[in-house]
Structures are given as C-alpha cells and as structure tokens.
C-alpha cells in the first residue's frame, strides 16, 4: 500500500511539475508559453520585444499584443491555459529589434525606431477574436518613433522621426478625436529648448502630466496644457545615485511614488522615488533582483505592486507598499540560458524586455526577446493542485529549481537578509534525510543542495526561521 501510494503521488508532483524544470519562479506559474516567430534578428537571436494587453469589454475577451521581428500578433488569451492566435498585422520592414504598441478604445498603435521603410500601424481590434484589420498604415505623420503612450485621447512618441527630412523631434503628442487618423498638436523643441530636452526614450503620462525619461539627461516632468497647446518643464531629476541612461518609469495611483530604470550601463538598480512633492523629488530606495542584473521596464498596479522586466533574469514582482523598504513578491525567470548561478557572462540586454499586468483575469503577458511569450498566473501561491499541499506563508518567500532535478537543486530565497535557518529534507514516508543550518546572504539569495545521493523520488524540503516556515515538493529523477 505504502508503495502504491508512493508511486501515485510522485506521478501527481512529477505532472505538476514538468513545467517548472526549465524555468525557475517564485509565486507565479506558467499557464501557456508560444513561440512563433522564426524570424531571428542579430547575432543573439532576438525575435519579440514589446508587449500590451486589450480587453474586448463587448465580447468579455482579453488579448495578449506582442511585437515581433517582422510583425504584431494579436492573441485570444481568454482561456489563459489554452491561447489562440487570431490574427498578425505584417510590418513595412522585417527584423526590426524596436516594436512597442499601445491601446486607445478599440485601436492598436504600432510603432518602431528601427529598419526603413517604416511607419505607424493602427489596427482596428473590434472584429476580434475573428480577425483585425489595418485601418491606416503610413509615414505621414513620423517613419520612426521609440515608443508610444497614450493617456486620455493624447498619443505622445517619444523620439519620432521623419520619413523625408530625416529630422527627429525629442517628443510630439497628437489628438485621437479621430482614432483612425492622429492629429499634431505640439512638438516638444517648440516650447523646450534642446539643450534641456534633446531625446525623450520614453514616458509615463496622466492627466497632461509628463513624467519623461530622457536618457542622459535624467527624468524630467512636464506638463502639456491643452488649453494654449503647450509644453512646460516642472522639474529636472538628474545626478541621483547609480544614475545612468533614464530608460522609463511608471508611477502609483495615489501618484506619490514613481518607479524607474536606468538601462546603460548594465546592472545599474532601479530607483524608487518620492513624488509627493515636485519640488524634493527623493530617492527613497534601490531594488535590483541580483547585482548583475538589468532593469528594463517598469509596470505599476495600484500603491501597492510593481513588475519589473529584468531582461536575462525575467520578471519580478516587488512589494512597493512601504516604498522605503520594498521586497521582492515573486518572479518567473523567462530566460534560464543565464544560468542558475546568475551567469550574466553574456550580453545583459537579452531576455525579458517588456510585460502586461492590466488585464481583469489578473494573467500577465511577459515578452521574451529569444523564447517567446509567456502566459502567467501572478500568484500561484492561492493555488495548489495536489492533495498534498506545499505549507507556505502568506507571499511565498521560497522556491525550489530545477524541479524535477538529477544532480542539484538551487534554493532561491526572498527577503531574509542576515536571517538564520534550517532547510530538512524528507521522503515521502516521513523520513528525515538531510537536515542542515544556513545564514541568507542576500535579499534574494540563492544556495545550492547536492542530491546525486538521494533515490529516484518524490521528496519535501522544508525551509524553517523566524519568518519563513515553507514546505516545497521536489522530484529527483537521475
């Protein structure tokens, strides 16, 4: 009976874990994974770069919009287990690296600032999940443009660029009234002299305020008055510790906080910032999820969550409640090719580039540049298929990788700096087999077990401290 049991329930963790053993995560589980592009672009693969999200609120649909290397899918991921592909708009020029999109009540905005012939796509979404349709695709308006926001009926680019002249102007902002056809209402050189705003990368804008990452120049806020259509600098934020190339940034409902990356040189952290007051914008803390690691993109929810796109080490999600004393919440490494010792020996800008965590399901869509689209559930610790349960704290702060494994297992540990605890290993009749003390070096820290002694089975390792007390299933497979 003992063995019929023990056969049965490593059956059951070794199914619910086939997914886990190529890529490593901490409160969040893969739902789907597509990859189908096969367009590579430049020497380290690249084929995705951006991402968004669209609710279809007639039809009670959700879609994942990703771009490629040669065109934008459009993706049904309403059964998030089971995404469909429902229709790809081709682009003017194939291996593009740069393809950002975003949503205006049923319309997609494609942009691109790289590869001519080029131009701006807007895509008619309301015939899906059947198909989508081109309503306007030209370089009228710009050929090239960096990124694109849209706040209210306001689509701001960052560093657009004309198709005949050549010119590039750090930012214009365009009137949707009519969606199908933007309108100019302002360039940004018009009001704001070059030398204090030359190039804007990206931006994060609410209600005409303009929260500009302007590369070498730091983050700059602006206003933009609809009233006399024009531009105005509020306040510079420049020579901040680890300051680098002002990349992009995003900030709280309560508009207090903002978070934001610097992306050159890599390994810089990203800053979390006080807003309250304009006038003593305040570095209150750094988060990083290793040394060196690169934050990319962040995304924020309410006061409380921020996802940050951390190219080669995926996607994290960090507790920015107290924005003082943040911590990490959970992450899914998209990009296992770094290695679980975190060997970033390669370039630091490959991996996770961008994510959506805005659609009602609560699912997030993360986008890696070589392995393609993620669906995940961002926090898979309300859920536990098996009827055996994992005992796990509020937030789980522990996690296990590779599971199954052969020759070791990698414990990644959160938010227990200096922390001392014991790590025990059972079988799965009880049995104790290994039981050992250690001291978190870290944040984030991670330890190596050897298992080449253990059998083939279905073990539990559970990690006991003053605030941690978690047990995880692993499966030793040689």
Not at 189 to 197: C, G, K, L
Not at 201 to 219: E, P, Q, Y
Not at 452 to 478: A, P
Request: glycine content about 6%; some cysteine; proline content about 4%.
């Amino acid at each position: 009976m003992k063995k019929l049991l023990f056969l049965i329930v490593c059956s059951m963790c070794l199914f619910n874990y086939l997914k886990a053993q190529t890529y490593a995560s901490l409160n969040m589980n893969l739902l789907a994974h597509l990859d189908p592009e096969t367009d590579l672009t430049g020497t380290d693969s690249r084929k995705y770069s951006g991402c968004w999200g669209w609710y279809q609120a007639a039809k009670h649909k959700e879609y994942a919009i990703v771009g490629t290397s040669k065109q934008t899918y459009f993706i049904d991921v309403t059964n998030p287990s089971a995404p469909i592909i429902s229709d790809s708009v081709g682009a003017k020029h194939t291996g593009c690296t740069w393809r950002e999109m975003k949503t205006y009540q049923n319309y997609c905005y494609i942009v691109s600032d790289q590869c001519q012939p080029n131009g701006l796509q807007i895509v008619d979404m309301q015939y899906l999940p059947d198909s989508v349709h081109v309503v306007y695709d030209s370089n009228a308006l710009f050929e090239l443009s960096h990124t694109v926001f849209i706040d209210q009926n306001k689509m701001y680019c960052g560093a657009p660029k004309d198709a005949v002249t050549g010119y590039q102007s750090p930012m214009r902002v365009y009137s949707l009234a009519n969606p199908q056809s933007p309108v100019l209402l302002r360039r940004l050189e018009d009001d704001v002299n070059s030398t204090v705003i030359d190039y804007v990368h990206d931006m994060f804008v609410r209600n005409d305020t303009i929260f500009a990452s302007t590369g070498w120049k730091g983050l700059q806020v602006l206003t933009f008055n609809s009233a006399t259509n024009t531009f105005s600098v509020i306040q510079s934020f420049t020579g901040y510790a680890y300051n680098g190339y002002n990349h992009s940034s995003w900030q709280t409902d309560d508009r207090k906080t903002i978070v934001f990356a610097d992306e050159v040189p890599a390994s810089l952290p990203a800053k979390v910032i006080d807003v309250s007051n304009l006038n003593n914008i305040t570095v209150v803390d750094t988060i990083n999820s290793h040394a060196l690691a690169t934050p990319h993109n962040p995304y924020i929810i309410g006061n409380n969550w921020c996802w940050i796109s951390t190219y080669q080490d995926g996607l994290y999600l960090y507790d920015i409640s107290n924005p003082s004393n943040t911590s990490i919440h959970g992450y899914f490494d998209t990009h296992p090719q770094h290695g679980v010792n975190d060997n970033f020996s390669t370039s630091a800008y490959r991996g996770n580039w961008g994510a959506y965590p805005y659609l009602p399901s609560k699912i997030i869509i993360a986008c890696d540049m070589q392995n393609g689209i993620f669906i995940l559930d961002g926090d898979a610790i309300y859920k536990n298929s098996l009827g055996i349960k994992d005992k796990t704290t509020f937030g789980s702060l522990f996690s296990v990788y590779p599971n199954p494994s052969s020759d070791d297992i990698t414990c990644i540990i959160a938010n227990q700096y200096h922390q001392q605890m014991t790590y025990t290993i059972t079988d799965i009749l009880g049995n104790h087999v290994e039981e050992q003390t250690l001291t978190a070096k870290d944040d984030f820290d991670k330890i190596t077990i050897n298992t080449r002694h253990l059998n083939n089975g279905c073990y539990f390792i559970t990690l006991k401290g003053v605030s941690i007390n978690e047990t995880k299933k692993i499966i030793i497979k040689h």
